[in-house]
């Protein structure tokens, strides 16, 4: 199959927490460009492999390949700055500082400016801080939230508040944009809204990754899907065949589901 | 809608207030035209260097020298500053901070009186940088460790300092240092008894009631260290705290800055987001270890030109994080007014002086309770206060509009 090339590729991983493998032989890729949709049921690894891919575990075996590189034992802020960024399932702002510093601390994620830059008001650091601020806002401008700049993250509105999470992921300026569950406590409207906001943002040139619960939400907006369970891939397509899947529906949907539909 | 008022703590609500009037200060000062600002400026730091010279009334210590007071005023303001880098901008809980002040301090000793005679200004980098690598020792290994447990290891690390000191010979051990070097006069050199030298004389305010009259009898020659007359040392060290505060300003309202923030706030997402946390804490803890050097200097070589172990307690380290959160940790305004009012209060009330600790630990915990972020709080603290008040009071207003 020749397709766009893969941006990352999750290559035999296994992770084992003592006894427990949380994730086992999981291997998949994730192609430029496209929207990719994680799903499964709670506790079947999903998490756990996000975080893999942004270096909070170490994977046991296996390796994982951003753009080449091997990513195993590399910090944390250097991934990021390799281009992957991420939102959190649980809202992780910095509240006390205001919606632009936020991202701006995103965008500060490829900046030189150091102490000296700062405590003398080298041209460098005027230039970089003029540079990020404009770019700050045009993101917030995609996100939707330009207008309250000003505010202080935590006095955002749940949704903004998840907007804003994504808007200071991409200020980092990733290759691959990972998102963990951005619907969660979301009604239908705003997840209607969400989904534009999700292609947009592949419109705008960045590979997503979607860690999703709402089946409809990830049927609608994804371009291929995996599915893992107890920590193993049960399948991987195009959501038309994952809906079809016999595996899929009596694991993650579940055999009520299906006598429902 | 109800026309009671809402219903927050008598704490929150003064918060706010205070807040607000400093905050009318701060935006009536801003909308001045350029001019107005540079001679308001002007006169704010005239009078803050006259201050030892005009001897307020009320405001002056009657029974100890209100120049030697506002001198360690002032090296406590610039302790204070020092330490809101490390626990108001970056979040970590310095115990020990006294360390580095006990650090700069003897490097200081060291070098003009003990072993060396080098001039003072000489001595003040070289104590400056040796501090800042002790904080860089210190931070290296234990930053990485996180909250309560840095706690403990800063506390070791400023009782450490202090045990080794008192029994390294080569450092004085419990005898101490004496002799320090003052800071270099300039100008003429003094000539004892009559002549003080330096470059002028100035003569110094004296109050009958509130009738100010000039007191010729006690001048103060300006730019003269010596014995006698502590107002120099207050003008050296009041120079140092506004230089410190100008890069203090610069470094904050930058991408450093927003890092400290940033990593205070959620130091994983920090982490996340591409902030090499650990470099800006570790950097975070030096520039405070290094503004604590500098005023442990300016201590040693202050008018007494003695420092012995004993004046670097423990006790010591507690009241500079008092200072602090006192002031409103985060607030470089709140941690000056911190560590003014903490060394000015006690020698102001000197009738107090043995009940001290007893009144002090009374008034935090009266803080503790009714301000728990200080008394001057960085400025998005009290938004963010605001805000919630404000929500509470639209809860509590639809609460009895859906009772009526």
Redesign the interface.
Known sequence: MTGPKALLEVDNVTIRFGGLTALDSVTFDIREGEILGLIGPNGAGKTTCFNVM?G?YQATSGQVRFDGKVLTRL???KI??LGI??T?QNI???????VL?NV???A????K???F?????LPR?RR??AASTARAKEILEIVGIRARHDE?A??LSYGDQRRLEIA??MA?GPKLLCLDEPAAGFNPAEKLRLMELIRRVRDEGYTVLLIEHDMRLVMGVTDRIVVLEFGRKIAEGVPSEIRDNPAVIAAYLGVDEEDAS | MSTTTTPTSAGGTSLVTLGKRWDVIVERYNSQPTIIKALGLAAALVFVYALPLIRPPFFTTDQIDFGGVMFSVAAFALVAVGLNVVIGYAGLLDLGYVGFYCVGAYTTGVLTSYHWSWPFFLALPVAIAVTMVTGVLLGAPTLRVRGDYLAIVTLGFGEIIRICVKNIEWLGASAGIKDIAHPNTIGAAPQPPFDKGGLFEVPRLEWDGLIPSLDTQHKTAVLAFGAADAIPYYWLILTALILVLIGDRLVKASRVGRAWEATREDEDAAELMGVPTFKYKLMAFALGAAIGGLSGSFYASGQSGYISPDSFPLLLSMLFVAAVIVGGSGNRWGAIAGGALVAYLPERFRDFADYRLLIFGLALTVLAVWRPEGLLPPRRTRRAKAAEAEIDALEEGELEGGLA
């Open positions: 942004t909070v910090k944390r802020h990021t700055k960024a991420r959190f992780r702002l910095f509240k006390s500082m205001t510093e701006m601390v995103g500060d994620a490829h900046s400016v150091g102490f830059d700062a405590l003398f008001r650091h970089t801080e202080l935590s006095n200071r992921a980092t």
